[in-house]
């Protein structure tokens, strides 16, 4: 199925040829010596506390960077992203959850943390996992690696590294995968540059860590639509891209080819209520940033499942089905945000539920239709209407529908009035959703580590804190 695009040829190219104006005209704000230095070698200018990038010097980067990356979890799994497949993962450091139960929410617990990466661990729509909550009263420099550490013990699937900070965090983690077997080249971490066009010396540092380490970079640029970057989305996008391609650049001179995926976290400032904005704008940026990084050659992961909704209501449907469906069609190959509520401040386990099957109905969509002899059925058409003029006992009927002509969903209402009133109790779907979920948490266990596998993680953790604590 051919990518549905909201941006002509020329409109990217000329996106590209702004998005190489911005880094050379209005540089970036970068004050980290170290990696000016490396910057200045290569061809960079630097002046007032800002790095300006050359174009070539942009260019040769993108052409060296590793643009199909492999991650692989513990069961073996492997997914390549950009290779045509689109996968879905979780959205990552959620403060708050909901309980759909009881309509009321509360700060996530350490057992919250450790129930959602179960939980995603059993969802077969869930290919890659992210830590989902943060965990209480664990310091900021500790606290991505101790998502990562705890993680890794309650899914075999594969685990997309947490939103780094700082430089020993690439450290740590590439010592905490090696327990599973993970290799660097196998290993993502995120980070966020701060817009507008803003490096600070600890991100600084940490990208030079990521590259020497040899992980994959999935940098999380996340500009403001009329806050921190333009209130047009094109516009917001190039910042968005020039924020992305700026850490590439320092990346690629340190680590020439390592890998690397094109990320966009671009969100729209709410004006009435100075929130993140979730309607379907998001989604459009969504699409576009996935016609950008295309056009690089990149694979790309973008917000999917994106809502402002505090429940499992009307709004939150609307809002994450638009979300994820436009750049899904757009082509992207990841989308991010199972579980998400409250524009990324708030998770449910029955919204992962919901996602789940939200993100079967998306790979059929993605999936399209066909009009080869088979599909278009002239043959079997002619033979029922010569017989039964009846297609429910023909093989042709079985045949595809267990082939995926329809995606059969588990949670959503297909009855009459009458069954759903007496047999199901006018339960909805989010009814089911959370039903679904505490069946999931009551029978669900991973695999386990082995004890040697959860010391060793223990001790790697307690080697980072001591680390920290001497700073």
Same mark, same amino acid.
């Given at each position: 199925?051919?990518?549905?695009?909201?941006?002509?040829?020329? #409109?990217?190219?000329?996106?590209?040829?702004?998005?190489?104006?911005?880094?050379?005209?209005?540089?970036?704000?970068?004050?980290?010596?170290?990696?000016?230095?490396?910057?200045?070698?290569?061809?960079?200018?630097?002046? *007032?506390?800002?790095?300006?990038?050359?174009? *070539? &010097?942009?260019?040769?980067?993108?052409?060296?960077?590793?643009?199909?990356?492999?991650?692989?979890?513990?069961?073996?799994?492997?997914?390549?992203?950009?290779?045509?497949?689109?996968?879905?993962?979780?959205?990552?450091?959620?403060?708050?959850?909901?309980?759909?139960?009881?309509?009321?929410?509360?700060?996530?617990?350490?057992?919250?943390?450790?129930?959602?990466?179960?939980?995603?661990?059993? &969802?077969?729509?869930?290919?890659?996992?992210?830590?989902?909550?943060?965990?209480?009263?664990?310091?900021? $420099?500790?606290?991505?690696?101790?998502?990562?550490?705890?993680?890794?013990?309650?899914?075999?699937?594969?685990?997309?590294?947490?939103?780094?900070?700082?430089?020993?965090?690439?450290?740590?983690?590439?010592?905490?995968?090696?327990?599973?077997?993970?290799?660097?080249?196998?290993?993502?971490?995120?980070?966020?540059?701060?817009?507008?066009?803003?490096?600070? #010396?600890?991100?600084?540092?940490?990208?030079?860590?990521?590259?020497?380490?040899?992980?994959?970079?999935?940098?999380?640029?996340?500009?403001?639509?009329?806050?921190?970057?333009?209130?047009?989305?094109?516009?917001?996008?190039?910042?968005?891209?020039? @924020?992305?391609?700026?850490?590439?650049?320092?990346?690629?001179?340190?680590?020439?080819?390592?890998?690397?995926?094109?990320?966009?976290?671009?969100?729209? &400032?709410?004006?009435?209520?100075?929130?993140?904005?979730?309607?379907? $704008? /998001?989604?459009?940026?969504?699409?576009?940033?996935?016609?950008?990084?295309?056009?690089?050659?990149?694979?790309?992961?973008?917000?999917?499942?994106?809502?402002?909704?505090?429940?499992?209501?009307?709004?939150?449907?609307?809002?994450?089905?638009?979300?994820?469906?436009?750049?899904?069609?757009?082509?992207?190959?990841?989308?991010?945000?199972?579980?998400?509520?409250?524009?990324?401040?708030?998770?449910?386990?029955?919204?992962?539920?919901?996602?789940?099957?939200?993100?079967?109905?998306?790979?059929?969509?993605?999936?399209?239709?066909?009009?080869?002899?088979?599909?278009?059925?002239?043959?079997?058409?002619? #033979?029922?209407?010569?017989?039964?003029?009846?297609?429910?006992?023909?093989?042709?009927?079985?045949?595809?529908?267990?082939?995926? $002509?329809?995606?059969?969903?588990?949670?959503?209402?297909?009855?009459?009035?009458?069954?759903?009133?007496?047999?199901?109790?006018?339960?909805?779907?989010?009814?089911?959703?959370?039903?679904?979920?505490?069946?999931?948490?009551?029978?669900?266990?991973?695999?386990? &580590?082995?004890?040697?596998?959860?010391?060793? /993680?223990?001790?790697?953790?307690?080697?980072? @804190?001591?680390?920290?604590?001497?700073?």
């Amino acid at each position: 199925m051919e990518p549905l695009k909201f941006l002509s040829d020329a #409109d990217i190219q000329a996106m590209h040829e702004a998005t190489l104006q911005v880094m050379q005209e209005a540089g970036v704000f970068w004050t980290h010596k170290p990696s000016l230095d490396i910057l200045q070698d290569a061809g960079c200018t630097v002046k *007032d506390d800002r790095v300006f990038f050359p174009p *070539d &010097l942009v260019l040769d980067s993108i052409a060296k960077t590793g643009k199909r990356p492999k991650v692989r979890g513990r069961n073996g799994e492997v997914h390549e992203l950009g290779g045509g497949d689109l996968f879905f993962h979780n959205l990552g450091g959620a403060r708050d959850i909901f309980d759909a139960r009881t309509g009321t929410h509360h700060a996530a617990t350490e057992e919250d943390c450790t129930n959602a990466i179960r939980l995603l661990d059993a &969802l077969p729509n869930c290919n890659n996992v992210t830590p989902f909550f943060t965990p209480p009263d664990v310091s900021n $420099e500790m606290m991505a690696l101790h998502m990562y550490r705890h993680a890794l013990s309650n899914t075999t699937k594969p685990v997309q590294g947490p939103g780094i900070q700082f430089g020993h965090e690439a450290k740590y983690a590439v010592e905490m995968a090696a327990v599973i077997g993970i290799e660097p080249h196998e290993l993502t971490l995120s980070l966020s540059p701060v817009s507008p066009l803003t490096m600070h #010396d600890i991100a600084a540092q940490a990208i030079m860590d990521m590259a020497h380490a040899g992980v994959i970079h999935a940098n999380l640029p996340c500009p403001i639509g009329g806050a921190t970057s333009p209130m047009t989305i094109t516009g917001s996008i190039v910042q968005q891209s020039a @924020e992305t391609l700026a850490p590439l650049v320092l990346a690629q001179i340190i680590n020439p080819g390592c890998n690397f995926v094109y990320c966009g976290r671009l969100a729209m &400032l709410e004006p009435r209520t100075g929130l993140l904005w979730g309607g379907v $704008e /998001l989604g459009l940026s969504s699409a576009a940033t996935v016609q950008l990084g295309h056009f690089y050659g990149f694979s790309v992961n973008v917000y999917g499942f994106s809502t402002n909704a505090h429940t499992l209501d009307a709004q939150g449907a609307f809002e994450r089905g638009l979300n994820a469906a436009i750049p899904a069609l757009a082509g992207a190959d990841e989308l991010s945000g199972i579980g998400e509520m409250e524009a990324g401040i708030m998770g449910s386990f029955a919204q992962m539920v919901l996602d789940n099957e939200l993100a079967g109905s998306i790979h059929r969509l993605r999936r399209g239709l066909s009009a080869d002899a088979e599909h278009l059925a002239v043959n079997i058409i002619l #033979d029922v209407m010569g017989g039964t003029r009846n297609f429910l006992g023909q093989k042709h009927t079985m045949k595809h529908l267990r082939g995926g $002509e329809m995606a059969l969903t588990k949670l959503a209402e297909r009855n009459s009035w009458d069954t759903w009133e007496e047999k199901f109790g006018r339960k909805q779907m989010a009814d089911h959703a959370t039903d679904e979920a505490e069946r999931i948490l009551r029978e669900h266990q991973p695999e386990p &580590l082995s004890p040697a596998q959860e010391a060793e /993680l223990d001790k790697i953790l307690a080697a980072a @804190e001591r680390e920290t604590a001497r700073k």
